[in-house]
Every structure is written in structure tokens, then in C-alpha cells.
């Protein structure tokens, strides 16, 4: 899978496999110089783990990260930093009953005709959720790199879960309620509502979706390579590689194409001697590149596939159509375990043009 690797400067590699003995990430430029250890790289994997709440998959993994190179005496040294985490918690006889039967909404068939049946099914295999946590295990340590050496920060949050949606505007004074309820959404009132809707669908062996809304703060003016690595282009390939994701959208998004040009476009203005504009319908992005204004995002995520009830399907080895009833231990809804997926790899993206652009220099 040469698909295993992102980043132009700082390169984020993936390995593993959900039901494989561990999954685990090589990151490799990151500066030498970078005051790291594997609490850094913890804090953020406990909050993408599963089984800790009913709304979760109770798949119960512990995620202990271990870094076997690239920091010595707590600081980066400039070499290769690789993660590892070991799985402990895999039922593979769940998945017995998919090897044939094709699983609706899921990658099963493609996998399939693409590897020739070589491709490990158990858990999704490589196209699980389950390896998301190599995401977290770089973007932890991209996301502390762009805290120290600029002030970058990026805060995620569950903005929509199926038709509830927060009514209030996220603002700064939100930022320490997001982990302070399951569904990761700071609006308290909202964040019940949310987690009820979760377990009236769960109950009825069915999923739901929802929208994440990501807001980095402090970028400078000048990231992005225009025309084929923009800063959106680079952003939104990195989360469409998060599973579920089918829609990613900046500023006003879709939402601006039903404004007028004098509706949309946002008004320079100087405020303490600084260049910004009065609204922020671009994201943060202008041709590409950074303008200085907070980038934010909006990312949607499909219900999650694997649902209890009995769903149509095909056998692939008797070509004839069969009934499916899906086993295991799976999220009613993916959306409340992504933020930290989404903060990681934000980070990651923003590190890496940071790198290319200069404002990071290789040594700290």
C-alpha cells in the first residue's frame, strides 16, 4: 500500500492492522531539538480510545504508545520518531461470517478485488477506525511543535450529530468543555441531546452521523504551495483519509454559494496595528495560502456502516445474494471519537507547509 505515507517535509508513515499483533507510526522530520515524551503523545491517544462510554465501540484497547526511536534524554534528535502500540483486545471469530459476505458501506469489496482476497478482513484490516490512533501518535507531536515554536493551536469539536446541531457559535471561553462530555460537543445542553439520539440508535441496531468543526488559531500569512499543494488541497487530503469522512468544506463552505459577492467577501480592516478582516467566510484560506485569519473547517462524517440489523448482501463465493447480520464490537457513531483525529492531522498538515515555508527551521 504505497498510500501508507503523507507529508512533503514532515512525513507521517502508518503500519498495522486493526486485528494485527500492533499498529504503529514512523514520523520523520520533524526538528531536532523538541521537548517530547510519550505523555504528550498519550493525552491525545485517551481521547480517540475506545471503550470508555456506552456511545463507543467496547472494543477496550489501552493504547499505551512506545516510542523505540527518535528522542533521546526527552528531546527530538532529528532522526525518525516511531510509535508503536499493541493490540490486545481483538475477537477475530467475529469476522469469520464476513470473508464472503460482503459488509454494506464498508470497504470489504473493493479491498477485495483490488488485493485478490489477500487483504487481512478482520476488524476492516487496514481500512479500520482502529488506525486513526497512528494519526494521533504524529499529530501529537506536530501539534506541540506548532504550539512551542509559533502558537498555533487547533481545537476540534463535535459541531452536528445526526439533525442536532450546537446553536451557539463556538468561541474560546468553549474550548475546555469539549472533553468534558462524550460526545466531545462544548455546548453542554446540546452534548445530552446528542448522546441520547446515540443510544436510540444504538437500541435499534442501527448508526448515526454527524459534523466536525475544526478552528486552528495564530497561523501565519504565507502557508500553502499554490497550485497543486494549496493549503486546502494538502488539509483536505489529509482528513479524507480519516474513515467516514465524505465531505470537508472552509468558511462559509457550501453555505457561500447561495450569498452575493458583497455578502461573501470579507473587509480588510487594521486592528492594533494588524491587517485582518472583519469576517472570515474564506477560512483563513485566500488562493491557497494562509492569510492570517483562523482556519476553519467543517468535516463530514457518514453513519457508521456497521449496524446490527439484518442487511441485504452478496456472497462473493456463491455469487447469490444473502442475508447479513453484522457481529462485534462497533461505534454507533464514529463522530465523537474524532476531534483528536482531526486535531492530529490538521497539525500535521500545517507543520509540514510550516517546514517548507522556512518559518520552522530543522533545528530548534
Known sequence: MSGSSIGQRLVLTSFGESHGKSIGAVLDGC???????????????????????LI???????????IISGVFRGHTTGAPITMLIWNSDQKSKDYENLRTKLRPGHSDYPAMMKYNQYNDHRGGGRFSGRLTATHVMGGAI????????????????????????????FNEKMVNSIYKNDVRCPELKTAKIMKENILSAKKKGDS???????????VPVGLGEPIFSSLES????????????????????????????????????????????????????????????????????KPASSIAQKQSTVD?????????????????????????????????????????????????
Open 316 to 364: 462473493i463465493k456463491t455469487k447469490k445474494e444473502a442475508t447479513l447480520q453484522v457481529k462485534g464490537r462497533h461505534d454507533p457513531c464514529v463522530v465523537p471519537r474524532a476531534p483528536p483525529v482531526v486535531d492530529s492531522l490538521v497539525s500535521l498538515t500545517i507543520a509540514d507547509q510550516a517546514l517548507i515555508s522556512g518559518v520552522i527551521k530543522p533545528v530548534l
Open 208 to 218: 448515526l452521523g454527524g459534523i466536525i468543526e475544526s478552528i486552528t488559531t495564530k
Open 234 to 301: 494538502e488539509l483536505s487530503k489529509a482528513i479524507f483519509s480519516i474513515p467516514s469522512v465524505k465531505g470537508v468544506e472552509f468558511g462559509s463552505g457550501f453555505a457561500g454559494s447561495e450569498l452575493f459577492g458583497s455578502e461573501n467577501n470579507d473587509l480588510y480592516t487594521i486592528k492594533k496595528g494588524k491587517i485582518i478582516t472583519k469576517t472570515n467566510n474564506s477560512g483563513g484560506i485566500l488562493g491557497g495560502i494562509s492569510n492570517g485569519m483562523p482556519i476553519t473547517m467543517r468535516i463530514a462524517f
Open 142 to 169: 506536530a501539534r506541540k511543535l506548532l504550539k512551542v515554536t509559533l502558537g498555533i493551536e487547533t481545537n476540534s469539536f463535535t459541531l452536528q450529530i445526526g439533525k442536532t446541531k450546537m446553536e451557539r457559535e
Open 56 to 66: 463507543s465501540t467496547q472494543r477496550k484497547e489501552k493504547d499505551i504508545v512506545e
Open 31 to 53: 526538528p531536532a531539538g523538541l521537548e517530547i515524551d510519550e505523555k504528550d503523545i498519550q493525552k491525545m491517544l485517551d481521547q480517540r480510545r475506545p471503550g470508555q462510554n
